[in-house]
């Protein structure tokens, strides 16, 4: 919206500071985290008040949350995506279509965790929406997304799936490419999903992974940028940037009131929601395998989730403990501060190498 002033810039020049990208992103990351930070309160109030005893503590979960966690509010992902939609829809250029469709995306995923979440609090149940019924919304609003996205790519990337440390390697998946999308964007959805079990450990590492992909994005989507890394140039995904950046803001907003000893959970309503937002970013930017480096943290947590299965569907054993990942290490002992900063830890890392995938052709 703010970038329209621009157009008046030949009669005020001071204006023209909003066609600058940088301009822009940042005040998204500003204005984000004003509207998170500022509305928390009220929502958290809000939720308090129609939820009574907070989100249901699974039973066959670590021990010490049906103590520590019990009577704190879900769904506090309604201030990140409120956070998110406010300072895109006024920082971003709204003709971009990549805006539309990565807000699509966040949002449609938002409201799916917000119905599994409001099933939850109102049955007192940790069941939620029907597994089966979620995964079908989920793709679906996934494959819609992967088709407007193939077709407001430019023809000589859309349909492509990008290889990181191969500089001219672009593999054309034609009409594989939806599905791959859609595993992209439920697969980071889900993570995200699983990766939400302990206060602050998964809005970080979202963070981290939309800072890194607010430089990729700004990056490919500027052609002298991306033709010195040796990038493939992606017309219009710079404009993610913002986007990006909304997140970043939104999700420091919301780490004020997640932080140990949380006072709201961000429920399926944000992590679903993330995790969407995060796919749809990659898959625009054609980094999606970029995300599995970015996003290791959560790729752990997921893998650690199928081995455990596994391991006891054939075998009768377990692997882990528990998991999640994290409820493995509090299992052995480790204080849930020291889960939390350690993941960061490792997130960071790994975010750090993902970026480092620009350079390395």
Known sequence: MLYLLAEFSSDFTALNVFRYLTTRAAGAVVT???????????IIRWLKSKQGYGQPIRTDGPKSHIITKQGTPTMGGVMILLGISVATLLWADLSNRYIWITLFVTLSYGFIGFVDDYLKV??????????????????????????????????ALANHLAVPFFKEVLLNLGLFFIPVAVFVMVGAANSVNLTDGL???????????????TIIAYLIGNTVFANYLQVHNVPGAGELAVFCGAIVGAGLGFLWYNAPPAMVFMGDTGSL????????????????????????????????????????????????RMAPLHHHYEEKGW????????FWIIAFILAVAGLATLKLR
């Not at 985290?33 to 309160?41: I, N």
């Not at 206060?199 to 992909?213: E, H, N, Q, R």
């Not at 054609?286 to 996003?295: A, F, N, S």
């Open 199 to 213: 206060d602050g450990l998964a809005i970080v590492p979202v963070m981290i992974a939309a800072g890194v992909f």
């Open 273 to 320: 929601a993330m995790g969407g937002a995060l796919g749809s970013v990659a898959v625009v930017t054609k980094h999606e395998i970029v995300l599995g480096i970015v996003g290791g943290l959560f790729v752990l947590e997921t893998v650690s989730v199928i081995v455990q299965v596994v391991s006891f569907k054939l075998t009768g054993k377990r692997v882990f």
């Open 335 to 342: 204080a849930e501060s020291t889960i939390v900063i350690r």
């Open 32 to 42: 984000a985290l004003v509207v998170a930070f500022f509305f928390g309160p009220a």
């Open 122 to 155: 109102t049955k007192r149940s940790v069941g939620g929406l029907k597994g089966r019924l979620k995964l079908v919304a989920e793709i679906t609003v996934a494959a819609i997304a992967a088709y407007f996205i193939s077709r407001v790519s430019t023809p």
